[in-house]
T-cell receptor
Framework: DAKTTQPTSMDCAEGRAANLPCNHS???????VYWYRQIHSQGPQYIIH???NNETNEMASLIITEDRKSSTLILPHATLRDTAVYYC????????????FGKGTRLSVIA | GAVVSQHPSWVICKSGTSVKIECRSL??????MFWYRQFPKQSLMLMAT?????????EQGVEKDKFLINHASLTLSTLTVTSAHPEDSSFYIC?????????????FGQGTRLTVV
């Protein structure tokens, strides 16, 4: 699986959009970008994934650059409960292999 | 609601004793499950892959005789930490691939915080 690079930490004001970047310059053509988050002392939670088109669901939006070498997860209206570590993971579509976690970005939403 | 249930959520045990952690897929069958360990302020590290009907596959550096994995059924995998020591204190998390449920994302248990005293 391709390696990803994320900032170590970010702050965001409550109610504002949180934009979390991820670099994955070695991504291959059949690899997807997945985002998970881990709230303190809980298991990771799936957020969203995409291949090349931008994606949106009830939790977030995923913007993938045209060259697919980077992406941005957008939480449109961050709340205090969005404070967590966010992991960007690149992997093939087959879901039967384990996820490999990097260090992620620690997002702190501030009141 | 949760699709992967892990039990217990936390456990405290004495050095030298064994602790069993259960991971259940609630509404789907999982022929494969994954076990992770997470130390404070660190990321999740894959320990082993649990396979129903066959032996588990362990990552390099993980002692198979210390961390016993049994995939007893298509909905249950257990991790037993044998002869636990304080350095085994960690957050243990299981995961089941979503493929079995028709999804591509993985589902994770709530995690088990093990403290060895």
């Amino acid at each position: 699986d391709a390696k990803t690079t994320q900032p170590t930490s970010m702050d965001c004001a409550e109610g504002r959009a949180a934009n979390l970047p991820c670099n994955h310059s070695t991504i291959s053509g059949n690899e997807y970008v997945y985002w998970y988050r881990q709230i303190h002392s809980q298991g990771p939670q799936y957020i969203i994934h995409g291949l090349k088109n931008n994606e949106t669901n009830e939790m977030a939006s995923l913007i993938i650059t045209e060259d697919r070498k980077s992406s941005t997860l957008i939480l449109p209206h961050a709340t205090l409960r969005d404070t967590a570590v966010y992991y960007c993971i690149v992997r093939g579509y087959s879901g039967n292999t384990p996820l490999v976690f990097g260090k992620g970005t620690r997002l702190s939403v501030i009141a | 609601g949760a699709v992967v249930s892990q039990h217990p959520s936390w456990v405290i045990c004495k050095s030298g004793t064994s602790v069993k952690i259960e991971c259940r897929s609630l509404d789907f069958q999982a022929t494969t499950m994954f076990w992770y360990r997470q130390f404070p302020k660190q990321s999740l590290m894959l320990m082993a892959t649990s396979n129903e009907g066959s032996k588990a596959t362990y990552e390099q550096g993980v002692e198979k005789d210390k961390f016993l994995i049994n995939h007893a059924s298509l909905t249950l995998s257990t991790l037993t930490v044998t002869s636990a020591h304080p350095e085994d204190s960690s957050f243990y998390i299981c995961s089941a691939p979503g493929q079995s449920k028709g999804n591509t994302e993985a589902f994770f248990g709530q995690g088990t915080r093990l403290t060895v005293v």
